[in-house]
C-alpha cells in the first residue's frame, strides 16, 4: 500500500476560498513533499517540510507537519480557478541509499469554481 | 532553457514489441527517476539512478529495462514482458539523490495497439 494516503480524494471550492487537504503516512520519514500536478502533465514540487519542522509557508501555502500523528495538512488560501490541479504527497522515508525513496500518495483532485 | 524533456508525448505499443521512452535532462543533476501513474492513481517507481552506469529497481521494475550511460540521459524500455502497459510515464530527475525535491518532465503517455 502507498505510504502516503490523502484526504479528501477531491475537493469542489469556489474561487476566494481556502482549500485543505491532509495527507497521513505510516512510518517515520526525514522529510514530506507536495507536487501538483495539472491535467495529462508532469508534476511541479510545492514545498517540502522537514521532519523536524512544525509549520512552513510559500505565497498563499501552508504546509503543516505533524510526525506524532503522521500527518500533514496543505492549505491555499484565496484560492483561484487556475489552482484546480492534482496536488499529492510525497514521503521522503529510510535511512540508506537504496532504501530511501519517494513515495506517493494517491493525490487530491482540487477544483475550484470561478 | 534548462529542464528535462521526454519524448514522445505519445506512444502505441504492438503486442509483444519493445517500445523505449526518451528522457533528458540540462540540469546536471546526478540523479534520474522513472514513475508510472495509472488513472487516478499516484506515482509508482519503476527504476532510478544515482550516478552514470548504475541503477537501482523500484518498486514495480518487473517489465521494464532502463540504462544510463549519460548524466543527462535515462531512458527507459517498456519490455514485451509487461503485460499491462498502458499508463501516463513520468521521468523526473534531482541535484544529487532521493529525497531531495524532484523536478518532473511532461511525461509519455503509452498506449497498447
Known amino acids: 500500500s502507498q505510504q502516503g494516503e490523502e484526504d479528501p480524494q477531491a475537493l469542489s471550492i469556489q474561487e476566494g476560498e481556502n482549500a485543505t487537504m491532509n495527507c497521513s503516512y505510516k512510518t517515520s520519514i526525514n522529510n514530506l513533499q507536495w507536487y501538483r500536478q495539472n491535467s495529462g502533465r508532469g508534476l511541479v514540487h510545492l514545498i517540502l517540510i522537514r521532519s523536524n519542522e512544525r509549520e512552513k509557508h510559500s505565497g498563499r501555502l501552508r504546509v503543516t507537519l505533524d510526525t506524532s500523528k503522521k500527518s500533514s495538512s496543505l492549505l491555499i488560501t484565496a484560492s483561484r480557478a487556475a489552482d484546480t490541479a492534482s496536488y499529492f504527497c510525497?514521503?521522503?522515508?529510510?535511512?540508506?541509499?537504496?532504501?530511501?525513496?519517494?513515495?506517493f500518495g494517491s493525490g487530491t483532485q482540487l477544483t475550484v469554481l470561478p | 532553457d534548462g529542464g528535462i524533456t521526454q519524448s514522445p508525448k505519445y506512444l502505441f505499443r504492438k503486442e509483444g514489441q519493445n517500445v523505449t521512452l526518451s528522457c533528458e535532462q540540462n540540469?546536471?543533476?546526478?540523479?534520474m527517476y522513472w514513475y508510472r501513474q495509472d488513472p487516478g492513481q499516484g506515482l509508482r517507481l519503476i527504476y532510478y539512478?544515482?550516478?552514470?552506469?548504475?541503477?537501482q529497481k523500484g518498486d514495480i521494475a518487473e517489465g521494464y529495462s532502463v540504462s544510463r550511460e549519460k548524466k543527462e540521459s535515462f531512458p527507459l524500455t517498456v519490455t514485451s514482458a509487461q503485460k499491462n502497459p498502458t499508463a501516463f510515464y513520468l521521468c523526473a530527475s534531482s541535484p544529487s539523490g532521493v529525497g531531495e525535491t524532484q523536478y518532473f518532465g511532461p511525461g509519455t503517455r503509452l498506449l497498447v495497439l
Open positions: 539512478s544515482q550516478i552514470v552506469n548504475d541503477f
Open positions: 540540469l546536471n543533476h546526478d540523479a
Open positions: 510525497a514521503t521522503d522515508r529510510g535511512s540508506s541509499g537504496s532504501a530511501r525513496q519517494l513515495t
